[in-house]
Nanobody, 115 residues
Framework: QVQLVESGGGLVQPGGSLRLSCAAS????????MLWYRQAPGKQREAVAS???????NYADSVKGRFTISIDNAKNTMYLQMNTLKPEDTAVYYC?????????WGQGTQVTVSS
C-alpha cells in the first residue's frame, strides 16, 4: 500500500514563504505524474501544480511565478515551494501520485496566510 505524507504547512503572513513536502513510501519513480492540489473552505479541490517523471511541470495560473514544484528522487519526496503567499492561498494542500492502477492521496496539510 503506497502512502503519501505531507508536511510543512502552517501559519504565515502575506508575502511570506512555505515549503511543503510529500514523502512517498515507495519509489517516487512509480508515481507519474505527481500533483499538488488544494481545497479552500467551501470550494472545490483544485490542482495547483504537477510534475512528470520527465520533470515537465505545469502550474495553475493563480500560482505561476510564485510556486515551484520539484522532486528529490533520492528521498522519494516531492516539494512545493510557495513564495509571495496571499490570503487566497489559504487551503488544505494535498499531494497525489498516479500509480499503475490507481491514484494515491496524502492526508493534507493546512496552509493559512493571514496577518
Amino acid at each position: 500500500q503506497v502512502q503519501l505524507v505531507e508536511s510543512g504547512g502552517g501559519l504565515v503572513q502575506p508575502g511570506g514563504s512555505l515549503r511543503l513536502s510529500c514523502a512517498a513510501s515507495t519509489s517516487i519513480f512509480s508515481l507519474n505524474p505527481m500533483l499538488w492540489y488544494r481545497q479552500a473552505p467551501g470550494k472545490q479541490r483544485e490542482a495547483v501544480a504537477s510534475i512528470t517523471s520527465g520533470d515537465r511541470t505545469n502550474y495553475a495560473d493563480s500560482v505561476k511565478g510564485r510556486f515551484t514544484i520539484s522532486i528529490d528522487n533520492a528521498k522519494n519526496t516531492m516539494y512545493l515551494q510557495m513564495n509571495t503567499l496571499k490570503p487566497e492561498d489559504t487551503a488544505v494542500y494535498y499531494c497525489k501520485g498516479s500509480g499503475w492502477t490507481r491514484d494515491y492521496w496524502g492526508q493534507g496539510t493546512q496552509v493559512t496566510v493571514s496577518s
